[in-house]
């Protein structure tokens, strides 16, 4: 069956959104969630495309206690997916797409260790950067629940990164305040505090989760860490700007509707 609603979900991204899966899986678990996931990531690479690294969701204690969980999840991080500041989007690849602004970490070292300490991750992390991630759902309506989620990769689309790199001994990260606009209109703030109380717990977190899976974090790898802020909805023709205290400014657009 897993492999099924492995197949429905990945279809979704051409065909259109698929109802949700977590009543038609066998045990309603998050390991069974992580196994459909797994199984889509397996057939992607096949196909050519590169694995870059993995992102965050679930951060915010208001939204795991709203989905009945007690920890985030993550979702792997495809090369193809992935956008310089400045890049306009086809609207028409995205199906019910909402944005995030968030911090992203990228490592110069391995992560190996069983338990990590905040210490061994500032270490890795060669630098961060400012990011909006476009969360896509392929569930319909986005009538998910924490399988649903995960299943369909943590609800992964697209990120869009700054391109001015800044060393975290220059940063605060649990008080780096951000604001996302949308023409130049604020539609949504927050700050690094919302993201587990600093976006490095959330890396953390991951380190250790992945360790566990034998898919450890490795050097060169891209972690988006969780939204600082509440997801806003995506209308063609948006042209977006997140803004972060210390860290600069990402900017992405989208086409408008040729319908």
Not at 130 to 146: K, L
Request: aromatic residues 6%; negative net charge.
């Amino acid at each position: 069956m897993n492999v099924q609603l492995a197949q429905q979900i990945r279809e979704a991204y051409t065909s259109g959104q698929c109802p949700p899966i977590r009543d038609r899986m066998a045990t309603r678990s998050v390991v069974e969630a992580y196994a459909i996931q797994q199984i889509n990531t397996e057939h992607w690479l096949s196909q050519g495309r590169r694995l870059i690294g993995r992102k965050i969701g679930l951060t915010s204690r208001a939204v795991q206690k709203q989905l009945g969980v007690d920890q985030p999840d993550y979702g792997m991080l495809f090369a193809d997916c992935c956008y310089a500041s400045g890049a306009e989007i086809d609207y028409q690849q995205l199906l019910q797409p909402r944005a995030e602004g968030e911090i992203a970490l990228v490592l110069e070292r391995d992560l190996l260790h069983e338990k990590h300490t905040v210490q061994d991750i500032v270490s890795a992390t060669a630098y961060a950067l400012p990011a909006i991630e476009i969360v896509d759902s392929r569930i319909r309506d986005w009538n998910i629940h924490i399988y649903d989620s995960i299943a369909d990769n943590a609800s992964s689309g697209l990120v869009a990164l700054g391109t001015q790199p800044v060393a975290l001994h220059q940063l605060d990260l649990e008080l780096c305040g951000m604001v996302l606009e949308r023409a130049g209109q604020a539609v949504a703030t927050g700050a690094g505090i919302a993201c587990l109380g600093n976006p490095l717990n959330a890396a953390l977190w991951l380190a250790d989760k992945l360790v566990e899976l034998g898919q450890p974090l490795r050097a060169g790898d891209l972690l988006l860490t969780g939204a600082l802020g509440p997801m806003v909805n995506i209308r063609p023709g948006d042209a977006l700007r997140a803004r972060f205290r210390g860290l600069g400014s990402v900017d992405i657009h989208f086409t408008p509707s040729t319908n």
